[in-house]
């Protein structure tokens, strides 16, 4: 009984610590809602979507689906298959057959000096064509106007580069006591000063990122961050030092990412693919009694590996193989 007492309280306590770190998050950056489909009715902006993707089978059709159903947009859709294995092109092939504007970029070859993913992005911008561009990841689940709202902040806030964290759902008792804890303190802390454009402080989430077609340009493309392990919230510092502006808010009404366990084996270093823990970019978790706050996942470190020239490197301290 007195055990159960005493995690009962420290439950509480932690509880409280998770809400006071989400509040400080949403006060650093703001956290905001979809606009309705009503509003999308007027002159439809023109967005190139690219979505890089390595054995994403699971999620694929339904965050795919997700982006073509946006409404106030114009979209085109370019889908960059990493090398997947698991059938992930099939996917990708057959939707593409479905719906004229996707466009799959199949196993784009690794340029020296870049890591997987910045190279994937890299070619998938090499066929965006569109004024703006945005950035999503295969596993994430976007409202219907979840682009026009984006395109409307984009606009009514004069940026140039914006930012948006997703909901993570967790669903059992453990992923909601541990999840948030472990980064909500890191997430409190990142947000500090993100919006404003005084600060050099920057963040993103890889999850969603929309930023000018020209501006991309003007600071180099992906290939100004084309060996930054943190690619998402690298490419908002090289906006902001660059004299453009930059936005990030919290998002978890906007977009999803619901598969918390595939979530948890990347940050802990046990998917069949990562052998070592590569934290990647942010996303918002929402708790099933409604604590929001955000957690940071992780990527393939095989990913990482291949992109880099040297038989070894260390990622947080941890020597690996890194083969050619």
């Known amino acids: ?26 006060a650093r950056t703001g956290k905001i809602q979809p606009v309705s489909e009503s509003q ?11 979505i890089p993707a390595r054995n994403e089978k699971e999620d694929i059709e339904e965050a795919l689906r997700s982006v073509l159903g946006q409404k106030g947009v114009e979209l085109h859709v370019i889908v960059v298959n990493d090398h997947s294995t698991d059938g992930t092109d099939a996917i990708l092939k057959r939707l593409a057959e479905e719906d004229s504007r996707i466009t799959v970029v199949e196993n784009t070859p690794l340029q020296a000096g870049w890591l997987g993913k910045p190279n ?8 965006a064509q569109h004024e703006l561009i945005l950035f999503t990841d295969a596993d994430v689940i976007h409202c219907p106007t979840s682009f026009a709202t984006g395109v409307t902040i984009l606009q009514k806030e004069c940026l140039d580069f914006l930012s948006c964290t997703p909901r993570m759902v967790c669903e059992s008792f453990w992923e909601n006591v541990f999840i948030p804890l472990s980064l ?18 920057a963040w993103a989430a890889g999850a969603f990122m929309l930023i000018k077609a020209d501006v991309l340009q003007v600071i180099g493309g992906i290939e100004s961050v084309k060996s930054a392990i943190l690619d998402d919230s690298e490419l908002a510092r090289v906006v902001k030092r660059s004299g453009h502006h930059a936005g990030y808010h919290l998002a978890p009404d906007l977009m999803h990412v619901s598969d918390v366990q595939e979530q948890q084996s ?26 929001s706050g ?27 193989s890194a083969p050619r």
């Open 184 to 201: 909500f303190p890191h997430t409190a802390h990142s947000a500090r000063d993100v919006n404003n454009p005084k600060s050099p402080e």
């Open 294 to 320: 955000a957690i940071l996942p992780g990527t393939y470190c095989r990913r990482v590996r291949r992109g880099l020239d040297e038989r070894r490197t260390t990622i947080r301290g941890r020597s690996v």
């Open 1 to 26: 009984m007195q055990t159960l007492f005493l995690l009962s309280a420290l439950v509480a306590v932690l509880s409280v610590g998770i809400f006071v770190l989400f509040e400080i998050a949403v």
């Open 120 to 127: 994937a992005m890299n070619h998938g911008v090499a066929l």
């Open 266 to 291: 990347r940050i802990l270093g046990t998917d069949e693919e990562c052998d070592c823990p590569y934290v990647y970019s942010p996303v918002d978790v929402t708790t099933c009694n409604g604590t």
């Open 40 to 50: 999308t009715g007027g002159p439809r902006s023109k967005v190139s979507i690219v």
